[in-house]
């Protein structure tokens, strides 16, 4: 099989899926839209969920990858949330899917990895508990995730990267307060 079959089933598939919702979307399309055989589609993927679970992770990477090492947490979360914004449409047929759980967890992973590289940049873990920075990135990361949850939720209908840029206050806030405690500042 040619490598640049799997490239097109995949632009094929995200084409389709800024154009409509996954349940809409067969297999028959994929490949008419591409110009590949059923075979084709088949040799590369088992059906449209591993297909659909398989771009998800490519995503989920190139928005860790575009990060910015060296930034603030408001810098680093709205540099995610501008990848995520790209493929809004996608991803809200995406989230309306029977695969709305796995789309969730590489959410998560994000989230997690947008504050865990943020704490771990500022040398929190020199001066505080593992316990106690554990705490912080889980709080923080499940907030950020709430927020986007809460985002898709009301069908994007509202600025996200303001919504983060207040969050990003409050973290600021949370982190003056861990520091406080530790007489770090």
């Known amino acids: 099989m040619p490598p640049f079959a799997k490239r097109e089933i995949k632009n094929s598939f995200i084409k389709l899926l800024t154009e409509r919702p996954i349940s809409q979307i067969t297999v028959k399309d994929i490949v008419e839209d591409c110009g590949v055989n059923r075979n084709s589609f088949y040799y590369h993927f088992q059906d449209i969920p591993s297909l659909l679970e398989e771009i998800i992770v ?3 990477a190139k928005v860790i990858e575009n990060l910015p090492e060296e930034s603030t947490f408001e810098e680093k979360v709205t540099a995610a ?6 493929n809004k449409r996608m991803i809200y ?5 029977s695969n709305r759980e796995f789309y969730e ?4 992973k994000i989230c997690d990895y947008v504050t865990r590289t ?3 940049s500022r040398d929190y873990s020199e001066k505080v508990t593992s316990k106690d920075l554990e705490f912080v990135i889980s709080y923080l990361k ?10 898709l939720n009301h069908d994007m209908s509202y600025d996200i990267v303001e919504h983060s840029r207040i969050l990003c206050r409050m973290f600021a806030g949370s982190m003056r307060m861990v520091c406080q405690k530790y007489k770090l500042i």
């Open 118 to 120: 943020y704490i771990r």
């Open 105 to 108: 967890k590489q959410l998560m």
């Open 58 to 60: 490519e995503m989920t």
């Open 93 to 97: 047929h995406i989230y309306g899917s």
């Open 81 to 86: 949330l501008e990848e995520i914004n790209l």
């Open 142 to 151: 499940c907030e950020l995730f709430g927020q986007l949850i809460d985002w």
